[in-house]
């Protein structure tokens, strides 16, 4: 492989890290919008929406372009589709970044109807399972892949009882049934992220696992050289 | 271009299609289940799930394949880009039918709260925008795309509406609360669809609009020639 290949591999790295950055931002500081009653800093969020589409574009554009100019074959050709998969994903998960904002701005309008507790634990869980997904990627390991998979069941755990405890609000007082619906799509805007955490972790197992089957040819091509 | 390699792309088209098939099945179904209150379909659409997952899979590699035994060019490889990507955004779509009919399930447990009439309205727009975006791809039409995008805020309305009128009947009596809450969740599936369905009417002008770049260039070359 051509050493100049090599950088620009790297550089496809390094911006799939900027922007998951981004993207995990955007969650993570709509969340602070919300518990930290901050509607100036969800206003940002929804603004920086812009940014993160754009950086999208820019990596997609640099996939297509070394897929046009390397013509890779397999391993490569496999990270770079990849990448392209993983992009995408990340900046679906700024759009959530983007929902719960504008959720927490309607919100703000009123007094919140209770302590939030489970929101903030849900979105640190969905959080870190980005923040995973991407270092497994990055530090091409499947144990930490593995990690991010296996949390589903925590997630989906933590989403169904902060729906049940919000729909139990509703039931007492009918009055703060908006505002508790509000929430409750706040819960499934995290648990998504965490869902796209979880594609973008298959992704890559699934690349590592390639890698993999590659590696372990090449130790059977050693071992007939052997023999 | 090589014969065989048009008729492979032709085979990619056909997949794709076939793909949108199922997906766009697998919401329709889930819907039917819903308002006929058959149970037995809405399980048939969650035992479909697998093979929709497998034939997203197949493509997937299909197109692999394609890139590296073609190493194509510009147009084609943009083309094979936006099919895994529309590819990916329709088993979402199939996802999304899955998720009705789990709801559905939950639902026809208990007496339907009112009868629906905006769901399926929804569900056909979005079912429709699906078939007109991948329409658009197969026949090469920016305006079946266009008018894909055109329907975000019909979509966007309807669902307010349906929303709108699912937490009143909350509001009046609690007892109906976790069944207006399904009701609403569905009604964000369909959202999704049909934003999916954007994102892949989107992609099919991003090709086309290339496609057109590349046209006008040939004509520049042209007009070079004659003078």
Same mark, same amino acid.
């Given at each position: 492989? /051509?050493?100049?290949?090599? =950088? ?11 922007? *998951?950055? +981004?993207?995990?931002?955007? $969650?993570?500081? *709509?969340?602070?919008? +919300? ?20 950086? =999208?574009? =820019? ?14 074959? *397999? ?7 990849? *990448?392209?998969?993983? &992009? &995408? @994903?990340?900046?679906?998960?700024? @759009? ?22 489970? +929101? ?19 530090? /091409? @390991? ?15 755990? +933590? ?16 009055? $703060? ?11 499934? &805007? ?8 979880? &594609?973008?972790?298959?992704? $890559? ?15 059977? @091509? ?6």
């Amino acid at each position: 492989m /051509h050493r100049r290949f090599e =950088e620009e591999l790297e550089e496809l790295r390094t911006k799939l890290l900027q922007m *998951a950055t +981004l993207a995990e931002a955007s $969650v993570s500081n *709509a969340m602070a919008a +919300l518990v930290e009653a901050d509607a100036a800093t969800a206003q940002r969020v929804i603004d920086g929406d812009r940014e993160i589409n754009q950086f =999208e574009v =820019e990596i997609d554009s640099f996939c297509i372009e070394l897929l046009a100019r390397r013509q890779p074959m *397999a391993g490569d050709l496999r990270f770079i589709a990849s *990448a392209m998969k993983i &992009n &995408n @994903d990340l900046e679906r998960i700024g @759009d959530h970044g983007v929902n719960i904002a504008e959720r927490t701005i309607e919100l703000l309008k009123e007094p919140m109807i209770k302590p939030l507790i489970d +929101l903030p634990k849900l979105s640190a869980i969905a959080r870190e399972m980005v923040k995973n997904s991407l270092d497994g990627f990055v530090q /091409h @390991d499947v144990d930490l892949a593995l990690t991010v998979c296996r949390r589903d069941d925590e997630v989906d755990h +933590l989403n169904n009882q902060i729906i049940h405890e919000l729909v139990s609000f509703m039931t007492r007082d009918s009055r $703060v049934i908006v505002r508790a619906l509000s929430l409750i799509m706040i819960s499934k &805007n995290l648990e998504r992220v965490a869902d796209l955490a979880t &594609n973008i972790a298959e992704e $890559v197992i699934y690349i590592l696992e390639a890698r993999t089957i590659k590696h372990h040819h090449r130790e059977e @091509d050693v071992h007939r050289k052997e023999n």
